[in-house]
């Protein structure tokens, strides 16, 4: 049995590693945050093909620049026009390779659709969207609920309604949340389509949230999705031997944009924070455990038939 690595409490990690040299392509991905990483890799691939430490990129630098500072920028943290161009002076890119890497800073700049939700939500859920805004395949593992994307709003309120118990949200702020939340459907119809792959395990489906209505619609709402050509939604029955002691986790991952390769994203989830996490090997092991778990799922029909029978013997009101 493999069980995940947990994350320190407050470890949120990023270390791309760049791309092979050799100049980008100017069509660059849709997301702002997708952008910044992107950014980022090339930026210290740059760095580490001239053999530079930080310390010494910023000590030609001078004032104003710190390590601490171009490590940030190299994570994709508040990347400026300006410093970008002051970085590309340092590294000497001229040419086709800097213009288009001034583009990419220029529209990393740019606010994405859920941006305009900030006030509401937490600063690791608007990177989150901001990658499953861009990914070009999403894998998911729920244990507990059913995964955001495929949530219907009844379920999506019922659920945010049961966590202010744990700590109060202003039902205005509540509202906030859910049209956000039906606001990240439109991935799955937008051309071309995310590609998802999702898990749940049995007790997701049995799990309460609001009344037997809430829970019949949300069922039938996942049956439904689960005949779109791009979602393969697959239940881990409660009666088999259980492949993997995991908590639920999301895979990000990202198509090849000219020669840069973005490598996948996985995020887990805590009580009020996700945790991102890159580095290959824990990506790896991530992959492996969702393949593991897919391998033990009933097929997609019969998936669907147990949504379809638990939400008629355990919610459909008589």
Do not use: C
Not at 80 to 106: C, I, M, P, S
Not at 122 to 134: C, N, R
Not at 262 to 280: M, P, S
Request: proline share 5%; aromatic share 6%; hydrophobic share 40%.
């Amino acid at each position: 049995m493999w069980i995940a690595p947990t994350p320190a409490a407050t470890l949120v990690l990023f270390s791309p590693e760049g791309p092979q040299r050799g100049g980008l392509a100017v069509t660059t991905p849709g997301s702002p945050t997708v952008r910044r990483r992107r950014l980022a890799a090339e930026l210290r691939a740059i760095r580490d093909q001239r053999g530079e430490s930080l310390q010494t990129v910023v000590t030609d630098l001078g004032s104003g620049w710190s390590t601490s500072k171009l490590s940030r920028y190299e994570l994709g943290s508040g990347l400026k026009l300006k410093e970008v161009e002051t970085l590309l002076n340092h590294y000497q890119v001229t040419g086709a390779v800097r213009d288009n890497l001034l583009v990419l800073a220029q529209e990393a700049s740019r606010k994405g659709w859920w941006e305009n939700y900030s006030d509401v939500s937490s600063a690791e859920l608007m990177e989150f969207i901001g990658l499953e805004a861009e990914a070009s395949s999403v894998a998911v593992w729920h244990v507990d609920v059913v995964t955001g994307i495929l949530q219907t709003e009844r379920y999506a309120r019922a659920l945010m309604a049961q966590y202010s118990k744990v700590e109060p949200i202003a039902p205005a702020i509540i509202e906030r949340r859910v049209e956000l939340r039906m606001r990240r459907k439109r991935v799955l119809d937008q051309d071309p389509p995310l590609n998802l792959q999702v898990v749940l395990d049995e007790s997701v489906l049995k799990r309460q949230f609001g009344d037997e209505s809430v829970m019949y619609e949300q069922l039938q709402s996942l049956a439904a999705a689960a005949t779109l050509p791009n979602v393969n939604l697959r239940i881990l029955p409660l009666r088999v031997p259980h492949p993997v002691s995991a908590e639920s986790f999301v895979i990000f991952s990202f198509g090849p944009t000219g020669e840069a390769i973005l490598h996948d994203v996985v995020a887990t989830e805590g009580l009020q924070q996700q945790f991102y996490i890159e580095d290959r090997q824990t990506t790896f092991l991530h992959r492996l455990a969702s393949d593991t778990l897919l391998a033990a799922t009933l097929d997609a029909d019969a998936s669907r038939d147990l949504i379809l029978q638990t939400a008629d013997e355990d919610w459909r009101r008589s």
